[in-house]
């Protein structure tokens, strides 16, 4: 196998053995033959939208099936195998308006065998193809791997959005021209430059999406105060992103004597007003970043429903009680329709759920850009009345290698005068650190999820506008963690946006060569972290 598409690759390099991740060679191979396949579908959908053939269309079926190889998210070889099938079934269909001598790529008249095993080489034989034709120029096919990883960001949070009835047809338009393309071998280092910044361009739109799916179902965010300790009572941990999910189990559970707790990625939830005034039982939230679920799992008292990315290989002290919604998969754990969580209730009620009371402690949520924005005038007069020096962003993916420490250090170090905005699960290194106030504002703002992005940078254009200046030359800097495939689009968002002097770490893309870093360095000051104490001096110095 090799995969290079998250951050813990073996040695930095990628993985070759085994997953990182837990992921086996076979599912590896699988997910490389669902990619395969998805190109194939991708060069008939276009011919069919070139031809003007008004027919059902692909799009969330094929979102949700590149989601599915994102990091995390599917380990169940069955379900990848069922996803080929479909793929080839839906591409197929297309064909078939066409006439019978029209000509197809070898890619579009794949066909997958009819045993596991088969289509495990078969995916191997992929895989082995798409890195020979790369193996010319390591600076086109960086770039390739760039397009690839950062287009199944898209895809989670395209299909995130149209869960909620948002979409979008350039969306769609860009994820099969993107997947065709793939295989193109007349592109030059420019044309994969530019093809990877336009990803980052739909990338916004697509966040763009998510954000009106999110705040026209729930209503815009408002800080929120979030028990982070439990409640004795029957409990349910929800984990993941999606929100349609956890609405979906609030419903449920209404009236049931059942307490629901928010894990990871779906703290933000409790900054949504319709959701949080509907359902008084969204009581808390439990636990950190992903990474921590072997211990943290394994102490929580309930059954745990796992949405969309960020799961674990669970291990025997809690597999009996994780259960799964959507793309998310792991061999022998219970996968659940949204319509019946039946499963999730009677277990939660069968177990004991909490019988302490610990002391309370809460940490504050929803600084989306309408919260922040509406106290805009504010921000701008500490700026300029000299109360506020400088804002940071830290956030990112967490993850589980050493060097993250980094994060907490630079927060914790972070002068008086100073404020942090945060997002994502990276925060959870420092969400819960009371850095106090000034002039009546939080220097600790919790934006929301990795998807926040979106309001994160309409907040720093909105000040940019109120500066009258650009967002490069506000007193504001980047400095960010990543870990899987949604990082790597929101970042070709931010270049695409010409944002510069971007800090990221805990290390740099295995898959982005030496010359192509250096690109970015160039035209965008792109940079690693160093240290939590030098790099704090150098974005207070302004570089």
């Known amino acids: 196998m090799f995969c290079s598409q998250c951050e813990q690759t073996t040695r930095g ?57 994102l990091t995390n998210v599917n380990f169940d070889g069955d379900r990848f195998a069922a996803y080929i099938q479909e793929t080839v079934e839906r591409r197929e269909f297309l064909q078939r308006q066409f006439p019978k001598t029209h000509p197809w790529s070898d890619l579009a008249q794949f066909q997958p065998a009819g045993d596991r095993d088969r289509l495990i080489q078969q995916g191997k034989e992929a895989e082995y193809q798409f890195i020979s034709q790369g193996s010319g120029d390591v600076d086109i096919f960086s770039l390739k791997l760039t397009v690839l990883y950062g287009l199944k960001g898209i895809a989670a949070y395209a299909h995130h959005a149209a869960e909620l009835g948002q979409e979008s047809d350039r969306v769609y338009d860009y994820f099969y021209d993107a997947l065709a393309a793939l295989g193109r071998g007349d592109l030059d280092l420019n044309d994969w430059v530019s093809l990877a910044l336009k990803l980052g361009e739909i990338n916004l739109l697509a966040m763009e999406l998510l954000d009106a799916a999110n705040t026209g179902a729930y209503g815009h965010p408002v800080p929120t105060a979030v028990p982070i300790t439990p409640r004795p009572g029957k409990a349910i941990l929800i984990s993941g992103h999606d929100l349609k999910d956890v609405e979906a189990l609030l419903q449920q559970t209404a009236g049931k004597g059942i ?22 039982h969204l009581y808390g939230h439990y636990g950190t970043a992903w990474q921590n679920q072997p211990q943290e799992f394994s102490a929580f008292p309930g059954p745990i429903l796992m949405t969309t990315n960020c799961l674990m290989p669970p291990n025997t002290k809690y597999e009996d009680r994780v259960f799964t919604l959507g793309a998310v998969g792991y061999p022998h754990l219970p996968h659940l329709s949204r319509e019946d969580l039946s499963p999730v209730i009677e277990q939660a009620l069968a177990l004991p759920g909490f019988t302490e009371t610990p002391e309370r402690r809460t940490v504050t949520t929803g600084f989306a850009r309408n919260a922040v924005l509406g106290v805009a005038d504010t921000v701008v007069e500490a700026v300029k009345g000299g109360q ?96 899987e495939q949604k990082a790597v689009s929101i970042l070709l968002t931010l270049l695409h946006l010409g944002i510069r002097n971007i800090r990221l770490g805990p290390t740099l893309p295995a898959f982005i060569s030496p010359r192509v870093f250096e690109l970015l360095s160039q035209t965008y000051n792109l940079q690693g972290i160093s240290t939590a104490e030098a790099d704090l001096a150098a974005c207070l110095a302004g570089r």
């Open 13 to 69: 390099e990628g993985c070759f053995n085994w997953g990182a991740c837990g992921k086996s060679p076979d599912v590896d191979a699988l997910q490389d033959l669902l990619t395969h396949a998805l190109r194939g579908l991708a060069e008939v959908v276009i011919e069919a939208r070139s031809a003007n053939l008004n027919l059902p269309t692909a799009n969330r079926f094929a979102c949700e099936a590149l989601f599915a190889t």
């Open 259 to 280: 307490d629901v707790y928010t894990h990871g990625e779906l703290l933000p939830a409790h900054g949504y007003p319709r959701l949080k005034q509907t359902y008084p």
């Open 388 to 483: 506020i020096r400088h804002f940071f962003l830290v956030g990112g993916c967490d993850g589980a290698k050493s060097g993250r420490n980094y994060y907490t250090e630079f927060v914790e170090n972070v002068p008086d005068d100073c404020v942090v905005l945060t997002l994502a699960c990276g925060k959870f290194r420092f969400f819960d650190k009371d850095l106090g106030e000034i002039g009546g504002l939080p220097r600790l703002m919790d934006v929301g999820q990795c998807n926040d992005a979106y309001s994160a940078i309409q907040i720093a254009l909105a000040l940019a506008d109120a500066f009258d200046t650009d967002v490069n030359q506000l007193p504001l800097s980047m400095v960010l963690s990543w870990y």
